[in-house]
């Protein structure tokens, strides 16, 4: 069984995180009340606008590195596993690996 995003929700998985350093900067595992750092599993493919005349498709893809805010996501487990879901304009920000993304 897959989980699968509908409309314009994100599936994410947490990063496992002690002191997690992405290229110079280290990710301090600092307390409770701190935003979640995971990676997207499942990308809904969008919705429609307000007035339903346009299709708005999402814009993060699979494979993202996402920071979430403490709240706001839905956690539940999935055969053993932990994921969070909430829909896409609840991502903080997107943490870009290189140069180049």
Known sequence: MNLEAVFDSVIVKPIDMEDTMYGNIIVPDLGKEK???GEVVS???GKRSITGDN????TVK???TV???PTG???FEFEGDEYYICSEQTILAIIKKGKNE
């Open 35 to 37: 935003s979640l750092i």
């Open 43 to 45: 990308v809904g493919p």
């Open 55 to 58: 299709f708005l498709p999402t």
């Open 62 to 64: 699979k494979k993202t």
């Open 67 to 69: 920071i979430l805010p």
């Open 73 to 75: 996501a839905t956690r």
